[in-house]
């Protein structure tokens, strides 16, 4: 949940996610430019600053994705988040602010950036001291797993020293190829049909997504062992001496950089009259090459037992396509307004089953579970996994784990045990 702040005035109002004027004040606040210099990704909206809320010590912005009124009225689940988990940690004893918090952040800045890294390692030492000096239990989910390697890896030292357990749950290990490819390509949909006039637009999302690290930290993995090299086809014309030819181009891991700088070459935006470029950004590729190092050289400190939950049985984009044999591509900036077709294989519907259980740790237990990648988070045999991997039962009264140590829920929760 990102909520824009006026830096003059400091009132407050909230972008991700929303339902009313979503696309409107999404363009408005959350389109943004990469800063070479900084690492970080900034709104163009110069008179704000994009905040995560703390509220409920860290809960909020992790709990229900819109909390108006609305949504809880009408009990739209696609909108919750961490709401279910939270409330049976709460069962098990868990409390706020004693042994039970999250963590939210910027979603658009890289998973290594030290904002982030900050914001985490200050969230663990307030759950170890808010519970008397016991170790923190970590429950990730999808980016956040990525976002706790990285912090491993630059941090090990406060990570052994704070973390008893981690179980993180749907992590893109590898990378989401079918999503990110095509993320990058034409943006991203949330919703379909007539609720999709009430969200923020594809092409609103492409624009932001082009410029966020994050993004290009999921790339598919291209020093991972794939069963089969993921692709993003073209079906392009060529016309030559007058003669007209439709070939189906392939383009693996190694060689979409290539097709993203000439598919994005004549991108760019409208922005309070300007005309902004947003090509393929070769900043952020180096920026997120040196992330992927990162992740690929973290390793479970000692001491640490890491439990892994990821999605099967739903059908994830794999290779991407776009134009057809009998509508071909011409130019290859015409892909950016294309819709993709997709070849599936099985997963969570975001991340397939072979990245998120490829995590290359020692993991006590690594289980797949029959579910899409949010709904995993209300899933009932998720739940039983992590009360039986805690040592928890909703059938206990609460004062029995009044003293239990943290949890951080990372698009987080923390909870000690």
């Not at 956040?144 to 990285?150: S, W």
């Not at 893109?172 to 637009?201: H, K, R, W, Y």
């Not at 760019?268 to 470029?277: D, R």
Request: charged fraction near 25%; glycine fraction near 6%.
């Amino acid at each position: 949940m990102e909520y824009p702040e006026k830096k003059i005035s400091g009132s407050v109002s909230r972008v991700w996610v929303r339902n009313l004027l979503a696309d409107l004040e999404f363009k408005r606040k959350l389109w943004s430019i990469y800063n070479p210099k900084t690492g970080y990704t900034e709104t163009l909206d110069d008179t704000t600053e994009i905040v995560v809320p703390k509220d409920d010590y860290g809960l909020y912005a992790i709990d229900i994705l819109d909390p108006s009124f609305f949504v809880r009225l009408l009990h739209l689940t696609d909108l919750y988040h961490f709401h279910d988990m939270i409330d049976m940690l709460v069962e098990c004893g868990y409390e706020k602010g004693t042994t039970l918090f999250g963590y939210g952040y910027d979603f658009r800045q890289s998973n290594r950036i030290g904002q982030l890294m900050d914001g985490l390692k200050e969230k663990l030492e307030a759950a170890y001291k808010a519970s008397g000096g016991r170790k923190v239990n970590i429950i990730s989910h999808s980016m956040g797993g990525l976002l706790v390697m990285c912090f491993i890896s630059l941090h090990c030292d406060i990570f052994t020293k704070y973390v008893n357990k981690w179980i993180t749950i749907a992590t893109p290990f590898q990378g989401a190829p079918g999503c990110i490819n095509d993320s990058i390509l034409t943006g991203m949909q949330f919703v379909d049909g007539f609720e999709s006039f009430f969200f923020v637009s594809r092409w609103s999302m492409h624009q932001m997504l082009v410029e966020c690290p994050s993004v290009y930290e999921m790339l598919p993995n291209p020093d991972f062992n794939w069963k089969k090299q993921p692709e993003i086809q073209v079906w392009r014309k060529h016309s030559e001496d007058g003669e007209s030819s439709v070939t189906l181009d392939s383009y693996e891991t190694n060689d979409c950089v290539s097709l993203f700088e000439q598919a994005l070459e004549k991108n760019e935006l409208n922005y309070e009259g300007k005309k902004v470029a947003l090509p393929f950004n070769f900043e952020i590729l180096k920026w997120a090459a040196s992330t992927r190092e990162v992740l690929n050289g973290t390793q479970l400190p000692d001491g640490v037992s890491f439990y892994n939950i990821y999605g099967t049985s739903v059908d994830t984009p794999f290779d991407v396509c776009y134009g057809t044999e009998s509508s071909p591509i011409d130019e290859l900036s015409e892909i950016c307004h294309t819709l993709p077709e997709y070849s599936y294989v099985d997963g969570d519907g975001t991340v397939p089953s072979e990245s998120a259980m490829a995590d290359n740790f020692d993991a006590v237990e690594r289980v797949g579970v029959c579910g899409s990648h949010r709904k995993l988070l209300a899933d009932k045999k998720v739940f039983q996994l992590i009360q039986n991997w805690l040592g928890v039962s909703t059938n206990v009264k609460t004062k029995q784990y009044s003293t239990a140590s943290s949890k951080v829920m990372d698009d987080s929760i923390v909870e000690s045990t």
